[in-house]
C-alpha cells in the first residue's frame, strides 16, 4: 500500500521560504493526480496545490503566485516550494492525490511567525 511520506516542514520567519517533499512509493507516480493539502487547528484540511500527470498545476487563490508545485516522477516524489511565506500559510502539509487515493500521512508541519 502506499505511504506518503512528508518532511520539509519548519519555522519560518513571515516573508521566508520552505520547500516541503512528498514521497509516494508503491505506485506509478507519473500517472497520479497529486496535490498538496493544509490542515489548520479546527478546519477542513483544504487543497493548495495540484499537479496533474499531464503536466497542469492549479493553486488555490491563497497561495497564487507564492508557492509552487513540481515533482520528480522518476523519484516518486512531489514537492511545493513556498515563497513569501504568512501566518496564515501555518498549518500541517499533507499530499495526496487529487482523488484522495492515499492513505494520509504524517504530514509535516509548517510554523510562520516571528
Known amino acids: 500500500q502506499v505511504q506518503p511520506v512528508e518532511s520539509g516542514g519548519g519555522l519560518v520567519h513571515p516573508g521566508g521560504s520552505l520547500r516541503l517533499s512528498c514521497v509516494a512509493s508503491?505506485?506509478?507516480?507519473?500517472?497520479?493526480?497529486m496535490a498538496w493539502y493544509r490542515q489548520t487547528p479546527g478546519q477542513e484540511r483544504e487543497w493548495v496545490a495540484i499537479?496533474?500527470?499531464?503536466?497542469?498545476?492549479f493553486y488555490s487563490d491563497s497561495v497564487q503566485g507564492r508557492f509552487a508545485i513540481s515533482r520528480d516522477n522518476d523519484k516518486n516524489t512531489l514537492f511545493l516550494h513556498m515563497d513569501n511565506l504568512k501566518s496564515e500559510d501555518t498549518g500541517d502539509y499533507y499530499c495526496?492525490?487529487?482523488?484522495?487515493?492515499?492513505?494520509w500521512g504524517q504530514g509535516t508541519q509548517v510554523t510562520v511567525s516571528s
Open positions: 495526496n492525490t487529487k482523488e484522495f487515493t492515499f492513505p
Open positions: 499537479s496533474m500527470n499531464y503536466g497542469e498545476t
Open positions: 508503491g505506485t506509478i507516480f507519473r500517472f497520479e493526480n
